[in-house]
């Protein structure tokens, strides 16, 4: 059964750093492209970054140079490491792969960027 959780979501800083863990569970994470998102208040669900199979990555512009996502296959999870935080960056972000013809989500895990 497909199972993801995101963890490490928190309240930062502006400039300050987190890392979101996204922990799997019944898929093979080495053969899946993975995907974080992240929804705002008030808008639409954006992809934020993604790994592919073979190690490609892919940023939005927004976040180029501040965010880096990588994977652990030994513990099957995937990390958002997000640097330099500004207001903007604030959502929920959520961990997600598609198999079989549908997407599967995590429950989403929280960032707040504020003074």
């Known amino acids: 059964q497909v199972r993801l959780v995101e963890s490490g979501g928190g309240l930062v800083q502006p400039g300050e750093s987190l890392r979101l863990s996204c922990a799997t569970s019944?898929?093979?994470?080495?053969?899946?492209?993975m995907n974080w998102y992240r929804q705002s208040p008030g808008k639409e669900r954006e992809l934020v970054a993604n790994v592919t199979s073979d190690g490609a990555m892919n940023f939005i512009d927004s976040v180029k140079g501040r965010f880096t996502i990588s994977r652990d296959h030994a513990r099957a999870r995937v990390y958002l490491q997000m640097n330099n935080l500004a207001p903007d960056d604030t959502a929920v972000y959520y961990c997600s792969v598609h198999w079989r013809g549908r997407a599967y989500w995590g429950q989403g895990t929280r960032v707040t960027v504020s003074s």
């Open positions: 019944g898929i093979v994470l080495r053969i899946h492209t």
